[in-house]
Each structure stands twice: as structure tokens, then as C-alpha cells.
């Protein structure tokens, strides 16, 4: 075995709160808040390219934030490559969470060249970040060592405690207030999260309290006026001031060990450092090209397409739904963001072939493994992250947002009557136009009721009102809100689903990981058989009884428990430790190649699918069955990926080795 393939894993006995190392809970809040930042800006941004002054219809704020997300995950795989081979994993994380800030920072404003320059920047910085932190985590845990799923599993709720306060915060105040104040809150929260991974320890608990502090505060004071929104701001604010006290508790142990994520090669020179700045000032202006489409260079402000229009659609023209679905592919894989991300997997993944083939027997198994289970991650992932564009627009104008209202009797028609808008009046006729949901994103947008959540319209009532609601701005949810349910349920159910495989192994009853994974895309697709049953059974509005949405979103949430932590914890435990940065790289490859394919899913619930002008919304009657018949078919396609995933169990567990050491055979065939 060569000096590079050492393992960097911590060897010296190390403090413990419940078993686990105390820098796990230093990185839980560094991720935690990193997390927030991210998924604070991810709730607002299809929301904010569409209402806010980019002014952008379905199709191309779908485009936009396919190549935002799917780059954000390509990135990971250059920057655990720097990690391993220049920097270490501590200097990448640096760098990663300075690059975000700014990203956060620049996203306040109102520029088109803003905009797409601060998607760059949290792109890149991403990049640095995500991988590495993740990696240092399993360095904290002995080789063999049976807590490190558990371990993953906490780090996995820092993740989504993140997560789950975002929408409720950022998206809230966002939406209300203005988009400026949702990204500011993210900035802040990036902020914080790079101090606590850099700074001294008595210096990161101060950071974690009041932040803390400040993120209950504002979960109990910025919120809908709506029970359900009440108790799911407190069960949060409850979770976090638990997380940040056995956080303080850890850090009174000890922190974060020194040699946690530090470079190979022991101090990293300035040369190297210098360089790599160097390349990311040079990659910032290239991706802002790529993931803008070279719309900020073209005259006309459409993004670049390298197949003809034409042809696309005569392609369109000559079969059925898969051409359809073929041709939609080709569209969107022609764009310059499409187009770089394939080139890049193709390479990377080639590489990652190659270098398969060279290590021994068990070494190579090991990684037919990953790379097997890194391909149904993918497809699993296109799948699931229609929560942030599709399932997005669904909650907004489908699903039933607003908790109690009065409703207008027969007595008031013909009258006209003050009322503050809200989703209950979309479809009913205002006078003789009918009230849609661009309309009241316009009233919401107007300089005179930016920053008012109360403001009222005349309205003139028609016989068809009869039985409309009558609801304040306070009791209606923000559709971006319903991205925290996911984010929740994992703070329900992830201990659980510790225990529950604790229980299960200690018995010799716990699924392989292959079988882990099948069962997380079988209840994916039941998820979404549960949006599509809440779609054809919608109101006569085409409303959506909200029931539907988060019980879809709870399945989502325990396949996501089933597959994504175990995922993270098999990159280490199955990858050679001369590949495990780059691996893990690769395994965030996969899900931005997912996040495009998501995106391209996204296309076929676009209005213009549904009918009527692209850039007016329909009523929610025209859109429900939109989205219930794309929803349906990922439900059958998720199951059929669930089936053949067990199906391929039993190989792919013997392929594991799980009776022998990890990294064993983890050297080229030949040595060096």
C-alpha cells in the first residue's frame, strides 16, 4: 500500500457525549447552519425568479433552477478532489463557507448579472463545503466502528434541523416581507456556520447559544397566525434549543480533534493554497455563463440552446409520450449547463471505472457496490426533488393553504365589498374577470404593498362567489413553508429509525444497504401516489386538502431515512481511502445529474402544459390534473426502480465483504 492510501481516520481516543465524538455536535452546527442558508434560499428561489423581477414563466425558472441545483452537486467531486490531493478537508471547508456568504450576500440584489453571479458563487462554494464535511465526519469514527451510521444519522438531523427552520423563516419572512430580508437571513445563517467551524471552542459555544437564542425567538414571533404553523414553529424552536444544549455540553469536553479534515501531506503550502484561488476566480465568470444559459450575453435573454428549436420539435412531432419525454430531455441536455454536467460525469464516472478495475478483488466489489447503489441514488433523488420546483408550485396553487375563513353569502351579490386577497378567492370572478394567481402575485408585488401583509381590494361580487372564502393574510400558510415538513418529519423519525436499525442488528435482523435502498424508493412512489390521490380528488376549485401533501411528503421522508444516511456512511466504509474524498464527490455527481434530470420531470408541469397562455397561471382547476398525472408516473417508475433494487439485493450485499476489515483489498492490483 502506497503513503497516499494511509487512512486519515482518527486514531487517538477522543471524547464522547452518548457514545459519539464531541466534534461530531461541533460539525452538527457548522452543517446546521450552512444548511439553513442553503435550503433558506432554495424555498425562495423558484418563487423569487418568477414573482420577483426576473419575471421568469414555468419553463424558464424551471430551467434556471435545474442548472443551479444540478451544478451545486457537481461541483462536490472537483472539490473533494482539491481536498484530497492540496488542500485537506478543514481549508476546502473554509473556503467552500466564504464563497456561500458572498453567494448569500449578492443575492439581495435586483440585478439579472447579480442574480446569476450569486448562483455561482454558492455553486462553487458548495463545492468546498459539502463533500468535505461530510468526510469529516467519518474520519472522527474508528475503522469497523458500529456507531458510525448512528453518527451520520445525528449529523443527518443537523442537516435538516437546518432545513426544516429555513422555510419556516426565511421563506416566511421572504414571502411576506420582501425577498431581500429571506436572503439576508441566509447570509447570517452561513455566516454563523462558518464561525462555529472555525473558531476556538469556548468561542463556538457563545455562537451556538445565541444563535440559537436568536433563530427560537424568531421561529415564536414571524409565523402565520394558523395553529398548525404555531405548533410546528415551537416543535422546531424546541429542537433546536435541545440540539444547541447537548452541543454545549459536548464542547465542554472537547471539540473538534486538530487532525480532523487536515491535508495528507501535514501543513499545506501558501503555493498551493494561491492556486486553487486562482482557479475559482478564473471557473466563477464561466459557470455564471453556464448556469445563466449565456442568457446574460445573448441579446434576446433567452438561454442557449445547441440543438435547434426546429428540431426539437420535429422530433416532438413524430411519436407519443416517450418522444415526448425524449424530446423534452434533448432540450434540456443541449443547454450549456446540461452539456458540462454530462461531459463531467462522463469523465469523472470514467475515471472512477478505470480506477475500479485496478484494485483487487474485494476493493473492486466494494465499488461495483457503490457505484450500483450510486445510480438507483440518483434515480431516487430525480424523483424527490420535485419538492423544490413542481411540489413547490403545487402547494401554491393547488393545495389548500389558508386554515379558517368566512365565506361570502347570497345576500352580497352585487355588492362590492373590501377584502384582503388571498389563494381562497383564485378561480372566482371578480366583476367579470376571473381572479388568477399571477393577479394576486401583482398586488403583492406593488410598491404601495410591498412589506404589508394587510392590504385590501374592492371586490365585486358575482353570483358564482357564493360560498368563497373570506380569509386574512395571517391565516394563510406560505406555500414555501410546506418545504419544512420534510426537514421535520426526519427531527420525528430519525432517532427513531437509529434505534430502530440498532434494534434490528443487534438481533441480525438489520436490511443490507442494497434492501435499505429499495425500500426508500418503494415509499418514494407511494408518496407520490398520495399526491396524485389527493389531485383527482381536489375540490370543485381544484383545490387539494392539504392532508394529501404532507402525508406525501412523510413517505418522501422515510424512504429519504432509509436510503440518504446509510448512502453517506457506505462512501466511507466501502470506498479505498486513497478514493474516498473523490467518491464521495462523485456520489454528489449523481445527485446533480439528478437534480437535471428533476428539472427536465419538472417541464411537464409547467402551465404551458396545462394550457393557456404561458405567461398568465390558470385557475387551479385547469393545473390540478397537470400535476396529478406527472405525479402518477413517477409513482410507477419510482416502485419499478424500488423492485429491481431488491431484486439485486442479495449480489450486491455479497459483494459488501461485511465480514472483513474495512479498505480491505484497498490497494492498486500490483502495489506501488
Not at 129 to 138: A, E, L, R
Not at 411 to 424: A, C, F, H, K
Amino acid at each position: 500500500m502506497s503513503s497516499a492510501a494511509v487512512s486519515t481516520e482518527t486514531t487517538q481516543e477522543e471524547p464522547t457525549v452518548f457514545g459519539h465524538p464531541t466534534g461530531l455536535f461541533n460539525l452538527f452546527f457548522a452543517e446546521m447552519w450552512e444548511r439553513f442558508s442553503y435550503y433558506g434560499m432554495r424555498a425562495l428561489l423558484i418563487f423569487y425568479m418568477m414573482k420577483g423581477f426576473l419575471k421568469y414563466n414555468d419553463a424558464r425558472a424551471y430551467t434556471v433552477y435545474g442548472a443551479y441545483t444540478a451544478l451545486v452537486y457537481m461541483t462536490p467531486f472537483i472539490g473533494g478532489m482539491l481536498a484530497d490531493r492540496l488542500l485537506g478537508q478543514r481549508i476546502a471547508v473554509i473556503i467552500g463557507g466564504l464563497l456561500m456568504a458572498a453567494g448569500h450576500l449578492i443575492m439581495g440584489f435586483e440585478h439579472p448579472v447579480a442574480f446569476y453571479l450569486a448562483l455561482t458563487l454558492l455553486i462553487v462554494g458548495n463545492g468546498f463545503f459539502k463533500p468535505n464535511i461530510s468526510t469529516i465526519v467519518g474520519t472522527l469514527y474508528p475503522a469497523g466502528s458500529h456507531r458510525r451510521d448512528g453518527g451520520f444519522t445525528i449529523f443527518y438531523m443537523g442537516v435538516n434541523l437546518g432545513a426544516a427552520m429555513s422555510p419556516l423563516l426565511c421563506g416566511y419572512i421572504g414571502e411576506t416581507f420582501g425577498w431581500h430580508y429571506g436572503f439576508g437571513l441566509a447570509t447570517i445563517g452561513m455566516i454563523i456556520g462558518l464561525a462555529v467551524f472555525v473558531m476556538p471552542n469556548f468561542v463556538t459555544q457563545g455562537l451556538i447559544a445565541a444563535g440559537a437564542a436568536g433563530a427560537v425567538l424568531a421561529l415564536l414571533v414571524f409565523r402565520a397566525n394558523n395553529l398548525a404553523a404555531i405548533l410546528l414553529n415551537i416543535f422546531v424552536a424546541i429542537c433546536l434549543a435541545c440540539a444547541a444544549g447537548i452541543s454545549i455540553l459536548a464542547l465542554s469536553r472537547g471539540g473538534l480533534p486538530a487532525s480532523a479534515g487536515a491535508a495528507r501531506s501535514g501543513k499545506v503550502a501558501l503555493s498551493k493554497v494561491a492556486m486553487v484561488l486562482v482557479g475559482i476566480a478564473i471557473a466563477i465568470p464561466i459557470i455564471t455563463l453556464f448556469v445563466s444559459g449565456f442568457s446574460i450575453v445573448t441579446s434576446d435573454g433567452n438561454p442557449v440552446q445547441l440543438i435547434s428549436s426546429e428540431s426539437i420539435e420535429n422530433f416532438k412531432k413524430d411519436g407519443g409520450p416517450l418522444t415526448q419525454i425524449a424530446a423534452v430531455f434533448m432540450e434540456e441536455i443541449s443547454k450549456p449547463a446540461g452539456l458540462l454536467l454530462t461531459l463531467t460525469g462522463a469523465l469523472a464516472f470514467g475515471y472512477l471505472i478505470l480506477k475500479t478495475f485496478s484494485l483487487d478483488r474485494i476493493a473492486k466489489q466494494r465499488m461495483f457496490v457503490v457505484l450500483t447503489l450510486t445510480f438507483f441514488s440518483m434515480l431516487f433523488w430525480a424523483f424527490f426533488e420535485q419538492a423544490g420546483s413542481s411540489l413547490n408550485n403545487f402547494a401554491d396553487r393547488n393545495v389548500d393553504r389558508v386554515s379558517e375563513s368566512k365565506v361570502v353569502t347570497e345576500d352580497l351579490v352585487g355588492t362590492t365589498i373590501r377584502l384582503q386577497p388571498t389563494q381562497e378567492q383564485l378561480g372566482f370572478t371578480n366583476g367579470e374577470k376571473v381572479f388568477t394567481l399571477d393577479q394576486l402575485n401583482v398586488l403583492r408585488a406593488a410598491d404601495e404593498n410591498k412589506e404589508k401583509s394587510d392590504f385590501e381590494i374592492d371586490w365585486t361580487v358575482h353570483k358564482d362567489n357564493i360560498g368563497m372564502g373570506l380569509a386574512t393574510r395571517e391565516v394563510e400558510l406560505a406555500a414555501s413553508m410546506f418545504q419544512a415538513i420534510n426537514a421535520v418529519c426526519i427531527l420525528i423519525f430519525g432517532l427513531i429509525f437509529t434505534a430502530l436499525w440498532t434494534f434490528l442488528g443487534a438481533r441480525g435482523l438489520e436490511p443490507s444497504t442494497p434492501v435499505k435502498f429499495a425500500l426508500g424508493l418503494l415509499q418514494l412512489g407511494l408518496g407520490f401516489a398520495v399526491f396524485w390521490y389527493g389531485a383527482i380528488n381536489a375540490d370543485s376549485r381544484g383545490i387539494v386538502a392539504v392532508v394529501w401533501l404532507v402525508l406525501g411528503y412523510v413517505l418522501h421522508t422515510t424512504g429519504e431515512l432509509c436510503l440518504s444516511p446509510v448512502g453517506l456512511s457506505m462512501i466511507t466504509k466501502l470506498s479505498p481511502k486513497i478514493l474516498v474524498s473523490t467518491v464521495m464527490g462523485a456520489w454528489f455527481l449523481a445527485t446533480a445529474f439528478s437534480q437535471y434530470l428533476a428539472a427536465i420531470i419538472s417541464q411537464f408541469t409547467g402551465v404551458s402544459h396545462g394550457g393557456g397562455d404561458e405567461n398568465v397561471i390558470p385557475v387551479p382547476l385547469e393545473t390540478v390534473h397537470v400535476y396529478g398525472d406527472v405525479f402518477k408516473q413517477i409513482a410507477i417508475a419510482a416502485v419499478i426502480c424500488g423492485c429491481i433494487c431488491l431484486a439485486l439485493s442479495p449480489i450486491l450485499k455479497a459483494w459488501m465483504h461485511s465480514d472483513l476489515p474495512e479498505d480491505g483489498g484497498g490497494t492498486a492490483s500490483g502495489g506501488h
